[in-house]
Nanobody, 125 residues
Framework: EVQLVESGGNWVQPGGSLRLSCAAS????????MSWVRQAPGQGLEWVSG????????AYADSVKGRFTISRDNDKNTVFLHLTSLKTEDTAMYYC??????????????????RGQGTQVTVSS
């Protein structure tokens, strides 16, 4: 059974930083690209960032490019998202998601069959 467990969300002031983690189990983690998606209150899902199975290729939504960094540790079956220069509009529930294909990083957040329970990021003063 695929399990994805996110952690690291918190309340932070604008301009602050956070590091999110997602522990994966139930599948061969190193074979699949992983992504982070988010959902702001009253909004739909937004794809945020993705990373290839080996970690050599990353991709970011324009809204977070230059501020967020995705990484993974295949020995520990964990994917990370480092959030910096946070803005109030980054407030959302953040989910990690497992790609279906071994070779592509979907940018459509609804193309992922597996997501975790999420971790809440709140940016406010």
């Amino acid at each position: 059974e695929v399990q994805l467990v996110e952690s690291g969300g918190n309340w932070v002031q604008p301009g602050g930083s956070l590091r999110l983690s997602c522990a994966a189990s139930g599948f061969t983690f190193s074979n699949y690209p992983m992504s982070w998606v988010r959902q702001a209150p009253g909004q739909g899902l937004e794809w945020v960032s993705g990373i290839s199975s080996g970690g050599t290729t990353t991709a970011y939504a324009d809204s977070v490019k230059g501020r967020f960094t995705i990484s993974r540790d295949n020995d520990k079956n964990t994917v990370f998202l480092h959030l910096t220069s946070l803005k109030t509009e980054d407030t959302a529930m953040y989910y990690c998601a497992k790609a279906e294909s071994r070779y592509a990083i979907p940018h459509d957040p609804y193309d992922y069959s597996y997501r975790g329970q999420g971790t809440q990021v709140t940016v406010s003063s």
